[in-house]
């Protein structure tokens, strides 16, 4: 049975992986954008575990983005480093704020496909 795994960008707290940063062939990952006013490029360059190696998503002043890819059914097992750019929008005009000393905000992550089993699902606990 195929899994769902977020992949929470933020442009202050980085990335983080829920439940981890662990997929399997055919998981669903969603890449959710939780700043407001950014734009995000995630790029797995040529090493990807997707059909694309690339996803865009834009958040509005309010408002979070999400974008969702399904892990290749023939991803080979191991990492796949990705990066995100991030832009401020939040500029008016189309002038963009630029981060740290000059440089557009950049964040790394990693997925580590892997074909182990899922763990066993805890069936509740009968009273």
Do not use: W
């Not at 990705?82 to 905000?105: C, R």
Request: charged share 20%; proline share 9%; net charge negative.
């Amino acid at each position: 049975m195929a899994a769902t795994i977020t992949v929470i960008i933020d442009a202050v707290t980085g990335i983080s992986y829920v439940p981890s940063n662990k997929v399997r062939r055919g998981d669903t990952v969603n890449f959710q954008l939780t700043t407001p006013d950014e734009d995000a490029t995630v790029d797995f360059g040529t090493h990807s575990c997707f059909s694309s190696p690339t996803l865009s998503m834009s958040s509005g002043p309010q408002a979070t983005s999400t974008a969702s890819q399904q892990v290749d059914l023939h991803a080979e097992p191991g990492p796949y480093p990705f990066t995100v750019k991030l832009t401020d929008l939040s500029k008016a005009e189309g002038m963009q704020k630029m981060h740290h000393g000059g440089n557009f905000e950049s964040k790394t992550g990693e997925l580590d496909v892997t074909t182990e089993p899922p763990p066993p699902e805890e069936e509740d606990e009968k009273k």
